[in-house]
T-cell receptor, first 113, second 111 residues
Framework: DTGVSQDPRHKITKRGQNVTFRCDPI?????LYWYRQTLGQGPEFLTY????????KSRLLSDRFSAERPKGSFSTLEIQRTEQGDSAMYLC???????????FGPGTRLTVL | DQQVKQNSPSLSVQEGRISILNCDYT??????FLWYKKYPAEGPTFLIS?????DKNEDGRFTVFLNKSAKHLSLHIVPSQPGDSAVYFC??????????FGTGTSLTVIP
């Protein structure tokens, strides 16, 4: 399977804990995106990488959120001091270029108790 | 502040007929648009795109129409098949990187 993969698929944590998610994009894709989706809403852009450089971040992104793509391949999204409002599906997508469609992974569902 | 709107939360269509899904946007600087299909427990699947230099793009049974003056785009599926039943999202971007998604339309194709 050469699609976008995400790990874990589900994460339950207690409020105040830190969590980290991983995304492995399609291997030849140099662009990687993180989105968040809550029930009844469309995906909400969080941040974008081109290779290892983080080029855009949503102004709505709390400073508790940080993302890395150290070698331009996989990426991690960390949420520190989780809050119940962070409960959502976190989606990763990759693309080859600006004009290409984004290929999404299956998502990581986060539940903060 | 929803910059991309899908005002119909659901749509039911008979198999073989045309499905028309609509999307409106408010930002006149948006110049690139995507449609996605999403099944439960899966990530969105890219369907078709269109840039603002075109008013129509076709791929098999799927055609996207863009009306820039009305800030409106639509996705036509002809003929509709039961396997098309899913939630459809439109998305728009000014930069080609940060996309704004609508809230989705749930399509049910009735056999």
């Amino acid at each position: 399977d050469t699609g976008v993969s995400q790990d874990p698929r589900h994460k339950i944590t207690k409020r105040g804990q830190n969590v980290t998610f991983r995304c492995d994009p399609i291997s030849e894709h140099n662009r990687l995106y993180w989105y968040r989706q809550t029930l009844g809403q469309g995906p909400e852009f969080l941040t974008y990488f081109q290779n290892e450089a983080q080029l855009e971040k949503s102004r709505l992104l709390s400073d508790r959120f940080s993302a890395e793509r150290p070698k331009g391949s996989f990426s991690t999204l960390e949420i520190q001091r989780t809050e119940q409002g962070d409960s959502a599906m976190y989606l990763c997508a990759s693309s080859l270029d600006r004009a290409g469609g984004r290929f999404f992974g299956p998502g990581t569902r986060l539940t903060v108790l | 502040d929803q910059q991309v709107k899908q005002n119909s939360p659901s749509l039911s269509v008979q198999e073989g007929r045309i499905s028309i899904l609509n999307c409106d946007y408010t930002n006149s600087m948006f110049d690139y648009f995507l449609w996605y299909k999403k099944y439960p427990a899966e990530g969105p699947t890219f369907l078709i795109s269109i840039s603002s230099i075109k008013d129509k793009n076709e791929d098999g049974r799927f055609t996207v129409f863009l009306n820039k003056s009305a800030k409106h785009l639509s996705l036509h599926i002809v003929p509709s098949q039961p396997g098309d039943s899913a939630v459809y999202f439109c998305a728009a971007s000014e930069t080609g990187n940060q996309f704004y998604f609508g809230t989705g339309t749930s399509l049910t194709v009735i056999p």
